[in-house]
């Protein structure tokens, strides 16, 4: 499994949940705590309002799910699948994704600060209005993606592809155009001059 940014150590869970212990079922408003959850199918599953907290999950499906409000705080997904998985107004701080498949993830507002999706592929995925301060995604592979109105500060893209992505309103803070692939991307003008002045260059009228 990838390492954690900062070095963060995934701690042991408590109890676990396997495919035959699990019962298809929405969830809402249930916390989980150090849970390890394996090879559990949550695909079209509607999760409201729940928490989890330092939980595992190991081959677990998010196929065609939605989150509204819930949080997935320092938790890890290991090769799991998100397609078509949509969250709203979610938390997933500090969570690490290793070896996972998305297409066409949809994540709308939320809190996904110090997130480490490294190497990625997140072609064509959505994010909007989402605060991804310091969250790493070195050498993911954001082609044909939306990235509007999101807080990038202090992320990490180096060689991330960033290729026709729409970038237009998100803070992008230090990003180095020679250390990443933008051509074809969609930026706003005051991201422009931004993006001008990091290359080292001065504009004047």
């Not at 990625?120 to 044909?144: K, Q, Y």
């Not at 250390?179 to 504009?203: K, M, P, S, Y």
């Amino acid at each position: 499994m990838a390492d954690r940014r900062g070095g963060r150590a995934a701690l042991p869970p408590e109890s676990t949940v396997t495919a035959g212990e699990w019962e298809w079922r929405d969830l809402e408003g249930e916390e989980f705590h150090r849970v390890l959850f394996v090879d559990v199918d949550l695909m079209e599953v509607d999760v409201r309002g729940c928490r989890f907290e330092e939980c595992t999950f190991r081959n677990t499906r998010f196929n065609a799910s939605t989150h509204a409000e819930s949080a997935y705080v320092n938790c890890a997904f290991v090769r799991c699948s998100f397609f078509d998985a949509a969250f709203t107004g979610c938390k997933a701080a500090g969570s690490m994704f290793d070896g996972c498949q998305y297409g066409l993830l949809k994540v709308d507002g939320g809190d996904w600060s110090f997130v480490g999706m490294p190497g990625a592929d997140l072609r064509g995925s959505v994010f909007t209005g989402v605060r991804l301060r310091e969250a790493d995604l070195t050498g993911a592979r954001l082609d044909g993606s939306t990235l509007r109105d999101c807080d990038l500060s202090a992320a990490w893209l180096r060689t991330a592809s960033l290729l026709e992505c729409d970038l237009r309103g998100s803070e992008l803070g230090e990003l180095d155009p020679n250390a990443v692939a933008l051509r074809g991307a969609t930026v706003d003008l005051a991201q422009a001059a931004h993006l001008v002045t990091n290359l080292g260059l001065n504009v004047s009228a």
